[in-house]
């Protein structure tokens, strides 16, 4: 049965994660070596736009576009050339795991001039390289923007991000990954590194196949023997499928710019007594004006008056006794305190020694 996650909002921008104790397959929480994904990038040129591209500063955009020119037989001056409807991009593309010769993949379109928009555009040819410095993927088409730019001599109207654009199945796979699936072991790799869950993940393959095949090496990868005579691709895929009880660790993770805060369903607190008050001070400044007495030599000045408040909210010391997650948040709202509060309330728990939890601010 998979893992369920039950996601509560509750006041105060508090989410509550409640882990139910099922099984999760192992491809969930982990990865065949070598069934990943690859990174391309490649230098191209967008045409065809609306007087939205770079301007005269982007020299690079010139230079790149009397190139092209040139290798189509026509020789420019750079110099000469003024042009709005070219924009220099970044084009970037993820290689699907054992990727052949002829699939099609999407690709993303970036500005990397002073283009307003690349709306209407159609990307040129441009080869897409992998780490290793080899074309693997030609890209070509026409750029699909998700936001749009108006402008006037007095307003101007941006929505999302117009210089950043999609082609779905806009390159050509034109080299087949280097990869033998003919192999007498294989690695298991977890997303999460946890000796627990690879000795769990372990024990589940040496079960389901007899023998002792699997072999945990580290808190990240399990070595799994292949069996002879077997097809390594039926092997693999029961492999993914077992389901085992993963081991998580219990964790609080704060977001301070938002405020919000996730709090695992593993966390547990010991008592402690927090108190949470506020301090306002007030200050306000009334300058006077002081006439001299009459007939007096004396002149009008203007005083100054300082008026300084302080504020201080009581607040009574509650008691946290929770020792599960739902107690905790009771008792947290119980205090009546704000996200940054509750933040500083947090850390101060974990300083104390209280909060039986990682503590991780983002």
């Known amino acids: 049965m998979a893992r369920k996650n039950i996601c509560l909002n509750i006041p105060l921008l508090i989410l509550l994660l409640i882990t ?5 397959r192992i491809k969930d929480i982990a990865t065949i070596e ?3 994904i690859n990174y391309l990038q490649g230098y191209g040129l967008v045409v065809g736009l609306k007087g939205t591209g770079d301007g005269k500063a982007t020299q690079f955009t010139v230079k790149s576009l009397a ?40 690709v993303s379109v970036s500005s990397i001039g002073d283009a307003k928009s690349l709306e209407g555009g159609t990307l040129l040819l441009t080869p ?25 001599r007095g307003a101007r109207q ?4 117009p210089t950043v654009g999609r082609i779905p199945s806009g390159a050509v796979i034109e080299r087949d990954l280097p990869f033998d699936m003919n192999v007498a072991q294989v690695n298991v790799i977890l997303d999460v590194p946890d000796f627990t869950t690879a000795k769990v993940v372990q024990d589940a393959i040496n079960r389901k196949f007899g023998g002792k095949i699997a072999r945990a090496i580290d808190s990240a990868t399990v070595k799994v023997k292949i069996p002879q005579g077997v097809n390594p691709v039926d092997f693999l895929a029961e492999v993914e499928n077992l389901e085992v009880k993963t081991s998580q660790v219990a ?44 007939l007096s030599p004396g002149k009008t000045k203007v005083v100054p ?8 909210e009581k607040r009574r010391l509650v008691p946290l006794r929770g020792t599960t997650v739902q107690e905790l948040v009771t ?27 990682k503590l991780e601010v983002l």
């Open 67 to 106: 190139n092209a020119l040139q290798k189509m037989g026509i020789v420019v001056d750079p110099n000469r050339i003024t042009v709005k409807n070219v924009a220099a991009v970044f084009v970037t593309a993820k290689l699907p795991p054992y990727a052949k010769a002829g699939m099609r993949i999407d």
């Open 34 to 36: 070598g069934n990943r």
């Open 128 to 152: 897409l390289r992998g780490p290793d410095g080899k074309v693997y993927a030609l890209a070509q088409g026409q750029v699909i923007v998700g936001g749009y730019e108006a402008r006037g």
């Open 251 to 294: 964790k609080v993770v704060i977001d301070g710019r938002s405020g919000t805060i996730v709090l695992g369903g593993d966390v547990k607190i010991s008592p402690v007594a927090v108190a949470v008050g506020s301090l306002v001070v007030k200050v306000k400044e009334r300058p006077e004006v002081v006439q001299p007495p009459p």
């Open 331 to 357: 008792s947290l709202n119980r205090i009546g305190a704000t996200p940054r509060e509750i933040i500083s309330v947090l850390q101060a728990i974990k300083s104390a020694g209280a909060l039986k939890a």
């Open 158 to 161: 941006v929505k999302n991000v």
């Open 20 to 24: 139910l104790s099922f099984g999760e």
């Open 305 to 312: 008056r300082t008026e300084i408040k302080v504020i201080e």
